[in-house]
């Protein structure tokens, strides 16, 4: 079951995650509210973690209305550490103890971008978080899953770019006749 519930909240991080910025907020909210729960609830039920998962999205989901800066910027600092971390982890760099480091670097990164460059950072940032959730359920590993991970931040970004044109906010590039 939770494999289904990371391929579609990637899924839709990839397809319209600048889009729904709450749904990303949201969406990142619950991945860290899960992996948090399993680093520090020591319970053998799986529904507490599902439940604190599902109350950290809410309350992102909630900021990013109310608070839009604030909360994007949170998303963008999440998103751009565990996307470095997991990138690098794909990549076969060994981190080791300094995976907080890294998430921090990242972390820096992510948010610099989505404060700096909203819409962008945006495409960016849902989806690395699209594919990182979606490349995590598979079933393989090495260069095959790396390429993977890749293409679905590509078609991502291209994707929500599209979308971008079709609502005019890009500049359209003149025609010479």
């Known amino acids: 079951m939770s494999d289904i519930v990371w391929i579609v909240g990637g899924v839709l991080l990839l397809a319209a995650g600048r889009k729904l910025y ?3 907020v949201g969406l990142i909210g619950f991945a860290a ?4 729960a399993g ?3 020591k319970a053998d039920t799986e529904w507490i973690k599902w439940l604190v998962a599902i109350a950290l999205g809410i309350l992102g989901a909630m900021l990013a209305v109310g608070l839009q800066k604030l909360a994007v910027g949170a998303a963008g600092f999440i998103a751009g550490g565990y996307g470095l971390v997991y990138l690098l982890n794909l990549l076969g760099m060994e981190i080791g103890k ?3 480091l890294v998430f921090i670097v990242g972390g820096m990164i992510g948010t610099a971008l989505v404060l700096g460059v909203f819409e962008f950072a945006l495409i960016l940032l849902s989806s690395v978080a699209g594919a ?3 490349s995590q359920t598979f079933n393989f590993s090495g ?3 790396t390429i993977a ?3 679905l931040i590509l078609i991502g970004i291209l994707l929500q770019h599209a979308t971008l044109r079709m609502e005019g906010k ?3 590039a003149k025609s010479s006749d």
């Open 132 to 134: 990182t959730m979606v």
């Open 39 to 41: 680093m520090f609830v």
């Open 22 to 24: 709450w749904l990303f």
């Open 149 to 151: 991970f890749l293409a």
């Open 170 to 172: 890009t500049p359209k």
């Open 98 to 100: 300094f995976n907080w």
């Open 143 to 145: 260069m095959p899953v």
């Open 33 to 36: 509210g899960f992996a948090l």
